[in-house]
């Protein structure tokens, strides 16, 4: 083999170490520090701005209760139910701020396995129903069975799944 094919075999394999040390170090620093995310648009009736009438479900008493399948209102969802899963049984209540699922100690529902994303999915009030979104977690969100690609309406009883950790919201 001849001097040059030698040497340029050998700057080859070294920018080949450093694409591999720079992949790695990316790799670290997406998990350790997260990934940037996505926010909702805001509507006029969300923000304030909107001069519509007052709800009538907060004016009038339900009729029914909510049953399973029903759209989740903010009004009808009152807790989180973890149903399978290392935290099978807990139970969260719900209130009108958005629920940060993931490994991350800066999570509001911190679920510690290896199937699970330091900031997995967000659980969130919008337009007075609850939403699901994916943040852009590596194993991905299901919702019912299928995966969640973008925000996402969460009825009552619809199985969510979160890495090995299986929720529901309830009334």
Known sequence: MSELTLLLLRIGFL???????????YSLRADLFGVKV??????????????????????????????RGE??????????????GPKAGLELPL??????????SESGLVI????????????????QKWMLQDLDSTNGTFLDGNR??????????SSIKVGATTFELRA
């Open 15 to 25: 920018v080949l170490m450093w694409f591999f040390v720079f992949a790695v170090v």
């Open 38 to 67: 996505r926010r909702m648009p805001q509507t006029a009736e969300a923000s304030g701005g909107g001069g519509g009438a007052a709800p009538v479900a907060a004016a009038s008493p339900p009729v029914s209760a909510p049953r």
């Open 71 to 84: 759209p989740a209102t903010l009004t009808s969802a009152k807790r989180l139910v973890i149903t399978s």
């Open 95 to 104: 209130g009108a701020d958005p629920l940060t699922i993931g490994r991350s």
């Open 112 to 127: 510690r396995d290896d199937y699970t994303s330091s900031h997995h999915a967000r659980l969130m009030p919008w337009e």
């Open 148 to 157: 969640v690609t973008s925000p996402v309406q969460v009825s009552l009883g």
